[in-house]
């Protein structure tokens, strides 16, 4: 398929013309190609960076079919590069199919027993083997490792960190011997100092970030996956804590200062990425949600798609929209910057030089 594309290429104001051919993005003409749009705007694939392909929505492990349903469900809303933060099945067969977005893994989550989802993570008896553990998944992901850093404790009755600092500096190490960057889960404060300390690469959720913890990050050059849109579930999971009434006032007062707290990341210069956390208690296809999310916690609507676009390319090592790169991109009607209700219905959806979604032409203006 040849296809010609026109309109403003984000990041960036201009109207630029576009070829697709052999599924690559050409900045020189190609002869015979189908003209797709000569208007519009033109955005590289998003990015769900923190997603789950294989959690089925309320709990358990997903068979291939329901994988593959999540994965189209992301394409069909654009998210076309997956940052998978653990995955209870193996997904790489889906690899190998074109029409599906990319993955780029973590393995399982490594975490210990009773201190996380049951059947989710591996469970280490002794935190000695985390090391070993996290070299382990960093060989089989695709070059990222994910660490429950916190948890509810229930013998304390509220979050507690499940690694000591010198067994997570020792496990980090191993991730980056193995040419592995390194993430976590942490939703409380006690366990930031620890994991960001120990030379942890990205931090998901966060919100028990502090001034002083957001000071280390930026330090230590560490990004931000906030997951807004997971965090709102926060109440329910409060609600249903009974048993643990400090965890649960704990879980609201993260909650209720979450936007403050992921405004104060962003104002100290900490590089924040758009991740929904699909999967389980998520429904896939929400990554316009969580870009609403952003700029409502105080990122420019720019800034906000940048997390869930060519930024988080980047920082994934992925190309954006280039010559000879791969054609993952998305077509909009409107300037989604402006617009941003047009998120949920994007025009075009090509990935791998095919398109997916066909919506009602752009108005052309010739
Ligand atoms: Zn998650």
């Given at each position: 398929?040849?296809?010609?594309?026109?309109?403003?290429?984000?990041?960036?104001?201009?109207?630029?013309?576009?070829?697709?051919?052999?599924?690559?993005?050409?900045?020189?003409?190609?002869?015979?190609?189908?003209?797709?749009?000569?208007?519009?705007?033109?955005?590289?694939?998003?990015?769900?960076?923190?997603?789950?392909?294989?959690i089925r929505?309320?709990g358990g492990h997903?068979?291939?079919?329901?994988?593959?349903?999540?994965?189209?469900?992301?394409?069909?809303?654009?998210?076309?590069?997956?940052?998978?933060?653990?995955?209870p099945?193996?997904?790489?067969?889906?690899?190998?199919?074109?029409?599906?977005?990319?993955?780029?893994?973590?393995?399982r989550h490594?975490a210990r027993p009773k201190r996380y989802i049951r059947e989710l993570g591996i469970e280490?008896?002794?935190?000695?083997?985390?090391?070993?553990?996290?070299?382990?998944?960093?060989?089989?992901?695709?070059?990222?490792?994910?660490?429950v850093?916190?948890w509810i404790?229930r013998?304390?009755?509220?979050?507690?960190?499940?690694?000591?600092?010198?067994?997570?500096?020792?496990?980090?190490?191993?991730?980056?011997?193995?040419?592995?960057?390194?993430?976590?889960?942490?939703?409380?404060?006690?366990?930031?100092?620890?994991?960001?300390?120990?030379?942890?690469?990205?931090?998901?959720?966060?919100?028990?970030?502090?001034?002083?913890?957001?000071?280390?990050?930026?330090?230590?050059?560490?990004?931000?996956?906030?997951?807004?849109?997971?965090?709102?579930?926060?109440?329910?999971?409060?609600?249903?804590?009974?048993?643990?009434?400090?965890?649960?006032?704990?879980?609201?007062?993260?909650?209720?200062?979450?936007?403050?707290?992921?405004?104060?990341?962003?104002?100290?210069?900490?590089?924040?990425?758009?991740?929904?956390?699909?999967?389980g208690?998520?429904?896939?296809?929400?990554?316009?949600?969580?870009?609403?999310?952003?700029?409502?916690?105080?990122?420019?609507?720019?800034?906000?798609?940048?997390?869930?676009?060519?930024?988080?390319?980047?920082?994934?090592?992925?190309?954006?929209?280039?010559?000879?790169?791969?054609?993952?991109?998305?077509?909009?009607?409107?300037?989604?910057?402006?617009?941003?209700?047009?998120?949920?219905?994007?025009?075009?959806?090509?990935?791998?030089?095919?398109?997916?979604?066909?919506?009602?032409?752009?108005?052309?203006?010739?």
């Open positions: 398929m040849r296809l010609h594309l026109r309109g403003v290429v984000l990041p960036g104001e201009e109207v630029r013309d576009l070829w697709v051919h052999d599924g690559l993005i050409s900045f020189e003409p190609v002869r015979d190609a189908e003209t797709l749009c000569d208007a519009g705007w033109i955005v590289p694939g998003l990015v769900d960076a923190h997603c789950h392909v294989g929505y309320g997903e068979d291939r079919e329901g994988a593959v349903a999540q994965a189209e469900t992301e394409r069909d809303a654009g998210a076309l590069l997956l940052r998978d933060a653990g995955s099945i193996d997904t790489r067969f889906i690899d190998d199919r074109a029409d599906l977005p990319k993955i780029i893994r973590a393995g490594i280490l008896d002794d935190e000695r083997d985390l090391p070993a553990i996290v070299a382990e998944q960093a060989r089989r992901g695709d070059g990222w490792v994910k660490i850093g916190d404790d013998s304390a009755g509220d979050l507690r960190p499940l690694w000591s600092d010198a067994v997570l500096k020792e496990a980090i190490d191993a991730a980056h011997r193995e040419g592995a960057r390194v993430t976590a889960h942490v939703f409380g404060e006690d366990a930031l100092p620890g994991l960001i300390g120990a030379g942890i690469d990205c931090l998901e959720h966060g919100t028990g970030l502090t001034d002083e913890t957001i000071d280390m990050m930026v330090r230590h050059g560490i990004a931000l996956v906030p997951t807004l849109v997971n965090i709102d579930t926060f109440p329910e999971i409060a609600d249903s804590a009974t048993k643990f009434p400090v965890y649960a006032a704990h879980m609201r007062d993260l909650h209720r200062r979450v936007r403050d707290t992921v405004a104060a990341a962003h104002a100290a210069g900490v590089p924040l990425y758009a991740g929904t956390d699909a999967g208690s998520i429904r896939h296809g929400r990554i316009a949600d969580e870009i609403a999310a952003l700029t409502a916690a105080g990122l420019t609507p720019d800034e906000a798609l940048g997390a869930a676009s060519w930024h988080a390319r980047t920082w994934l090592g992925r190309p954006g929209i280039d010559h000879a790169a791969p054609a993952d991109l998305v077509v909009y009607a409107a300037d989604p910057r402006t617009t941003p209700a047009v998120l949920a219905t994007p025009t075009f959806v090509v990935l791998r030089g095919r398109v997916h979604t066909r919506r009602t032409p752009v108005t052309t203006h010739r």
